[in-house]
Each structure stands twice: as C-alpha cells, then as structure tokens.
C-alpha cells in the first residue's frame, strides 16, 4: 500500500506563490503518473496537474496553466507543485494521488492511491 502526504500548503498573499511536495511511503512511485487535485469551498474535485512515471509528460489544467509547475524526485519519492502568481480563487485542498495507468491522469477518482490533502488559502 502506498501513503501519500502533502505538506507546505498554508496562507499567502495574492500573486505570491508556494511549493507543495507530495512523499510517498509504502511503494516506490517509480512506475506511477502523478496527480495534483483540488477542491474549493463547495466545489468538485478539479485536476490541477500530472506528470507521467517517466517525468517527460505533463499536463496542466486551464485554470493554472502557466502559473504551476509539476515536478518529481523519483530518488526521494517525492512529487513536488510550484505554485505562483497565486489568486484567491486558487483557495483550495490540494491533494497528490498516484495511478499506475496514465491514460486515467484526469480523474481523480481513477487513481489507485490518494493523500489527506494540504490547504492553500490566498488573501486578496
């Protein structure tokens, strides 16, 4: 089984910007594609990005293209999202979740394993 744990959410002032990281226990995600997800006060879960196993792919959603950045350590197990230029509708749970069928990248629900998730609060 593999945990996931995300950590450096916290609050932060419109257009600063955070790095979240995402360490897994349990399995190597040597061989997983890697999500980011998000939800806000009242809303469904939103893909923010993924990065396939090899780390050659990824792909961003419309609502932070350009201002986030998908990484991974595969030697530390850790996947990591540079936020910037932060606004308040960014306001959200994040969460990291791993799926070892890449085609399944954009929906949350499809990946095999999820985290608790870490808070991201923007101040306009």
């Known amino acids: 089984q593999m945990e996931l744990v995300e950590s450096g959410g916290g609050l932060v ?6 790095r979240l990281s995402c360490a897994a226990s349990g399995r190597s995600i040597d061989s997983y594609t890697m ?4 939800q806000g006060p009242g ?3 939103q893909f923010v990005a993924a990065i396939h196993w090899s780390g050659l792919n990824t792909y ?5 293209k350009g201002r986030c950045t998908i990484s991974r350590d595969n030697a530390k197990n850790t996947v990591y999202l540079q936020l910037d230029t932060l606004k308040p509708e960014d306001t959200a749970r994040y969460y990291c979740a791993a799926t070892e069928y890449h085609n399944n990248y954009l929906d949350a629900l499809l990946y095999e394993h999820r985290g608790q998730g870490t808070q991201v609060t923007v101040s306009s």
């Open 43 to 45: 809303l469904g879960r």
């Open 60 to 64: 961003y959603g419309t609502s932070v």
């Open 13 to 18: 002032q419109a257009g600063g910007s955070l």
């Open 35 to 38: 999500g980011w997800f998000r």
